[in-house]
């Protein structure tokens, strides 16, 4: 006697298989994930090796650097501890540089991005030939900065320049100095700023002109006037852009270097009765930005340990202004999408 | 002229059209500007006032290209001329033979940088980018991330530790340090060229793939094809950027054999003390000529790429 044979209960062949186009699959998706590692790392592999070698290396040894005393040449760089940072906070330079810096910050941000908006409506008109005044106001942004800062120097010269020629004309009898006086040195920087002011104005545009339509219309039922029409549908279906040109225009702000050098070095060469003085930092260290002085400490004074100190400190700031900056847009800036 | 919205080039479209045809005429009456001229009446008002403004934008070129053509004596004439009286060559004759600038030589090498971001600096980019927007690895949020922090880094925080690596490998007095870069990509670059591959279906490849194609095929004849017109947009800019750098040059390029356009004419400024401000502005004009050249030649492009870019996060 026996049990009848009590086979396994047979696995009915379709599951089976199921099993096994299951077991392949995930191999395959294994097989597919590895692949695609793979071919990634390929594709990105130069952003990689320049992200290691040129960035996060450099990053940690400016760092590094920051708390030893070398001169970019003599190995191994010599420990000093908080030293450089200790320096930082008598140096009557940092304190400049820093207070030129932040005036520049708070007044050219929020100056390019009222002209560039105010701009952008005035030519989101669509009446004739509104394309050339468009072109007009973009084409001074393809002037090299080196090539603005000397023109406005020229332009603004206090010995014959253009712009006091016509304030004389105009009947006034003492002219500014413009880019040779402390005091107006950054004011009249700001003007070249301006005038290159074509990308903020575009990205405003481009906004502008995608805002629907009928929000508009739908306002207007409201019986919205031009101020609520603008506060309440164009300024928060623009807030991408204006976001994005915020960012953009700190990052400039913050690493103005370029206009601030030829300035001061075209403006005492060109009114050259202003003799010498041709400092970098423009006239009485008026126009000396932070970056402007961690170019003199880097790269005149090869002081690499102090200059990375200075370094440190600024990327502290800017990295702690980007993220507050990025956290806040979740809450102001409206993705339409 | 820059036209009105050139179509929105976003992530759901990747077509840059190259002229207004009826089609854009259609979606500007949908996504038409809320200010319109008002009354027939006012609308003089309104070009006064447009007038009012693009006069400060253009006078300063205008007085940079007549005042190269000074001579120069009229050049420093107070009051100021306001028309040049004699047109004349002398202000370029006395930078082309002046030993003291070789504009050629500058020209060669600002060239020479150009090319090297623009050709190599975006095809790199563009692969990179392929990387991001169309493998899907592990990691890859992660190090896409890294793109935007070295975007947003001030180039101060890393500067001096690669100027002691530069040195260390002979590169100084080369134009290597402001070549070689390049070739690990340009964030900006990157970034843009990526929003664009993420706008082109993911089917398209899974066909390709299905014939048989490695990504390296698909790269190249599927998804470039349909890049062109923005690749041409991120040669342009990076072109612009390249073309205005002048920090990097002066850390880096320390013999006058390899001095830059720019660079140029900021020692030719520094060292002659107050130089004769008629070469000055003739070699500012020539340095001038060659972006405003691009934008007269492809602003319809250039203005429609800085549209596009304006998205972040």
Known sequence: MGLPANPAKPVPPGKSGQLRAQLREVRQKGSQARRNLRNGLLFTAPWLVGLLVLQAYPL?????????????????????????????????????????????????????????????????????VIGAFRSIVYVPSMVPLAGAAIIFAWIFNPAGGPVNALLAAAGLTRQPNWFLDANLSKPALLLITVWQIGPTMIIFLAALQNVPKDLYEACELDGGGRWPKFTRVTLPLITPAVFFNLVLNLIWAFSIFTQAMFISASSASISSASGVGAAIGGQQNSLLFYGVYLYEVLFQDFDFGYGSALAVALTVVVAAITVALFRSAKRWVFYND | MIEDSTPELSRQSVIVEDDSGTEQGKKNELAGAPYRGGPASHRWLIYLALIGIAIPFLFPIYWLTTGAFKTPSTIVDVPPAWWPVHWVLTNFRVIFNSGA????????????????????????????????????????????STVIIVLILPYWATIAPQYV???????????APVT??????????????????RGIPLEVSEAARLDGANEMQIFLFVILPQLTPVLIVTALFQFADTYNSFFLPLVYLTSPANYTLSLGIYQFIQLHGAPDTGAMVAYTLLLSVPLLFVFVVAQKRLTSGVKISGRLG
Not at chain 2, 129 to 137: C, D, N, P, T, V
């Open chain 2, 180 to 197: 070689a870069p390049a070739l690990t990509g340009v964030p900006f670059s990157i970034f843009l060229l990526r929003e664009f591959m």
């Open chain 1, 60 to 128: 940690l040894a400016t760092v590094y650097y920051s708390f030893t005393n070398f001169d970019g040449l003599q190995f191994p760089p010599r420990w000093v501890g908080l030293t450089n940072y200790q320096n930082m906070i008598h140096d009557p330079y940092v304190k400049l540089a820093a207070s030129n810096t932040v005036w520049w910050v708070v007044t050219s941000v929020p100056l390019s991005l009222v002209v560039g908006l105010l701009l952008a409506l005035i030519l989101n008109q669509r009446i004739p």
């Open chain 2, 165 to 175: 690596l530069f040195h260390s490998l002979g590169w100084l007095n080369s134009l």
């Open chain 2, 101 to 144: 600038v070789d504009i050629p030589r500058y020209a060669w090498n600002t060239l020479l940088m150009c090319l090297a971001w623009v050709v190599a600096g975006t095809a790199v980019s563009a692969l990179i980018a392929y990387g991001f927007a169309r493998i899907e690895f592990l990691g890859r949020q992660v190090l896409f």
